[in-house]
């Protein structure tokens, strides 16, 4: 009688355990890979700032979706886990938006200061050309009054 219990043992525990795992629901590929999206979403701080309701109602539809794969149903599951998919996707969109806007705007802020080198460059080059001009007109002028006497003298003449 004690050999009998000593061999009926084991053979409950791994009965048990086998009943207990074959209560559990494995893990879905789908839902696991929405969570791992989600987590790397979180990671991102401009995610965050950016698209948090989104964030939130990714997580709230990703409890319900694992609520309904744990209970077996279906319909509930696939349902859950498309809101998590789309509103995973809206804060991807909304946080891509965000980095192209600011990114928009450090390309403006370059291009207004790139006119304002140029229209710079421009005023420069046209201050040398207007004393260039004006060193020219000096010279001219010197020369003019170094040859007057020169012509007077050949007007007399």
Not at 31 to 46: F, G, I, K, V, W
Not at 71 to 81: C, I, K, Q, V
Not at 83 to 96: G, I, K, N, V
Request: charged fraction near 20%; aromatic fraction near 4%; include cysteine.
């Amino acid at each position: 009688m004690v050999l009998m219990r000593f061999r009926t043992a084991p053979a409950i525990a791994v009965a048990s355990l086998l009943a207990a795992c074959a209560g559990q629901p494995q893990n879905n590929a789908a839902l696991d890979a929405a969570q791992q999206r989600l987590a790397q979403l979180e990671l991102d701080p401009s995610a965050r700032q950016y698209a948090s309701a989104a964030l939130s109602e990714a997580e709230q539809s990703l409890g319900a979706a694992h609520n309904a794969y744990s209970r077996g149903e279906t319909t509930a599951f696939n349902h859950d886990l498309f809101m998590a998919d789309r509103a995973l996707a809206t804060a991807e969109a909304q946080t891509q938006n965000e980095a192209a806007r600011q990114h928009l705007a450090q390309l403006s802020q370059n291009r207004d200061q790139i006119l304002l080198q140029a229209r710079n460059t421009q005023l420069q080059q046209q201050g040398g050309l207007s004393r260039a001009v004006l060193k020219f007109a000096r010279q001219a002028s010197r020369s003019e009054q170094a040859t007057r006497p020169w012509r007077a003298v050949q007007d007399r003449g």
